[in-house]
T-cell receptor, first 114, second 115 residues
Framework: KNQVEQSPQSLIILEGKNCTLQ??????????LRWYKQDTGRGPVSLTI?????NTKSNGRYTATLDADTKQSSLHITASQLSDSASYIC?????????????FGTGTRLQVTL | DAGVIQSPRHEVTEMGQEVTLRCKPI?????LFWYRQTMMRGLELLIY????????DSGMPEDRFSAKMPNASFSTLKIQPSEPRDSAVYFC?????????????FGNGTRLTVT
């Protein structure tokens, strides 16, 4: 079982609509959680980072939430645009004291259509 | 800043051939990572370097894979001999030292197809 689970696996929405992507994790000890956006044929690019004490963080039309108690995060996209079509990857960092380790989700593939 | 630069962008080779992937990290970044991405497994860490020294290569699938970082501005990932199951997109990423919350900066990847 993947220690970082994302849902849905894929999603199709109409331009202008909102959507929410989910990320549940079981890895510990938690250090931070980051959302990446990966356009087709490109490498992932960081959208936002959430640390243990943060509940909500926004980056333009993207808003990430974190519930460290339930080990859940969401990425909400407002007023979607065609350029939002991409894969969104949730990455959890654990810190063992001597090293940091990143655990990647397998991503949600979002398609925004006219 | 040109970002992380990988070459080639695409590589098609026959089973048994040697493949070399190349990466130039962002100047000043002390960490360099090699990842492999497939539809089934997502992004998997193969190996990472700190100040040109390999720190963790536990993700390297088998002895057919090797990676080097001869200097701070260049790294290679070599597969010899290549097999069809090695077909994937290989990403190089870098980040600076001492910033544990800093993001990874990824290149645009090399799409490898082994026939």
């Amino acid at each position: 079982k993947n220690q970082v689970e994302q849902s849905p696996q894929s999603l199709i929405i109409l331009e202008g609509k909102n959507c929410t992507l989910q990320c549940n994790y079981t890895v510990s000890p938690f250090s931070n959680l980051r959302w990446y956006k990966q356009d087709t044929g490109r490498g992932p690019v960081s959208l936002t980072i959430m640390t243990f004490s943060e509940n909500t963080k926004s980056n333009g039309r993207y808003t990430a939430t974190l519930d460290a108690d339930t080990k859940q995060s969401s990425l909400h996209i407002t007023a979607s645009q065609l350029s939002d079509s991409a894969s969104y990857i949730c990455v959890v960092t654990i810190n063992t004291g001597t090293a940091s380790k990143l655990t990647f989700g397998t991503g949600t593939r979002l398609q925004v259509t006219l | 800043d040109a970002g992380v630069i990988q070459s080639p962008r695409h590589e098609v080779t026959e089973m048994g051939q040697e493949v070399t992937l190349r990466c130039k990290p962002i100047s000043g970044h002390d960490y360099l990572f090699w990842y492999r991405q497939t539809m089934m497994r997502g992004l998997e860490l193969l190996i990472y370097f700190n100040n040109n020294v390999p720190i963790d290569d536990s993700g390297m699938p088998e002895d057919r894979f090797s990676a080097k970082m001869p200097n701070a501005s260049f790294s290679t990932l070599k597969i010899q001999p290549s097999e069809p199951r090695d077909s994937a997109v290989y990403f190089c990423a870098s980040r600076p030292q001492g910033f544990n919350n800093s993001p990874l900066h990824f290149g645009n990847g090399t799409r490898l197809t082994v026939t």
